[in-house]
Structure formats: C-alpha cells, structure tokens
C-alpha cells in the first residue's frame, strides 16, 4: 500500500494541490504558449500556402481545370488565416499580461487598437477552416462542386 503523504508531495512538487487541482499558469507562460501555438499555425500555414500555390501551376492533366478557382479560394483564405496569425505573433512580444493582451487591442504598424485580439484569434480560425473545408469539399465533389469551373 502506498503511503498517501508521498503521493501529496509529489502533487504538489507536479504543481498539483492535494486536491488535485493544477494551480493557474503564470502570466508569462501563458503568453509562451500562446506565441509557440501561434507559430506552430503559421508554420502550418506557410506548408498550406506552399502546396496550394504548387497545386495552382500543375498541369492541368494532374490537377484538372475544374479545381483552380477552389484552389485560389482557399489559398486566399489561408492567406487571411496566416494574416491574422502574424498580428498576434509580432504583438505578443511587447505584452506582459495574457488577460489584458486577449481583451485588448491589437494591430500592425504601431496602431494597436484595431482589433481585440479574441477577434482576430477566432477570424484566424474561421479562415483556415474555411479553406480547408472548401478544398475538401472541392475534392469530394469534383466537377459538381458548386465553386467548380466548368469547362
């Protein structure tokens, strides 16, 4: 049997309380991992921009006529996605409060109060999801799909 003392001490050296609550991140990690996820997306983005422009100049034997305009669609789109992304990435340096940088204002070009962060986080999302369901609506229609240049 395992002395219950031991398993409290380690809780609490993991950051746990005894019951078994995690205690809340500091200010500065949570601004941390706010900046590696967001370079992990732009990352992602930048791979998803890149196949989308090669898809663009492949012959149109490999990738038919039909798929070019859901192709640009959705580059566009991850391009808006990869837009918002670099707004919270370059304001994400200069922050010291999570709470107050998600709450506030962000921008570009030193005018910081264009948008509130919460926002352009969510319109980051909405946009990579939205090309990524138009290119998967596009395969899985083909010719049919409504975006579909007909030739």
């Known amino acids: 049997m395992t002395d219950p ?4 001490q380690d809780r609490e050296k993991a950051g746990d309380s ?6 809340p ?16 997306h732009i990352g992602l983005y930048a791979v998803v921009i890149t196949t989308l422009m090669a898809l663009r100049k492949i012959d149109a034997q490999i990738v038919p006529e039909y798929y070019r305009l859901p192709i640009i669609i959705s580059l566009v789109l991850v391009l808006f996605a990869g837009l918002c992304g670099g707004i919270i990435a370059s304001n994400l340096p200069e922050q ?10 962000v921008g570009i070009w030193g005018k910081n109060d264009l948008f509130k962060t919460r926002y352009v986080a969510r319109f980051e999302h909405i946009f990579f999801w939205l090309g990524v369901l138009n290119a998967v ?15």
């Not at 005894?18 to 205690?23: N, S, T, V, Y």
């Not at 991140?25 to 900046?35: C, K, Y």
């Not at 010291?96 to 204002?105: I, L, S, T």
């Not at 395969?139 to 409504?146: D, K, M, P």
């Open 5 to 8: 003392s031991i398993i409290t």
């Open 18 to 23: 005894a019951e078994g609550h995690a205690k």
């Open 25 to 40: 991140a500091s200010n500065e990690h949570r601004l941390g991992m706010l900046m590696d996820y967001t370079k992990l």
């Open 96 to 105: 010291k409060d999570f709470d107050q940088f998600w709450d506030n204002g």
């Open 137 to 151: 609506f596009a395969v899985l229609c083909g010719e049919t799909y409504f975006l579909a240049i007909k030739s």
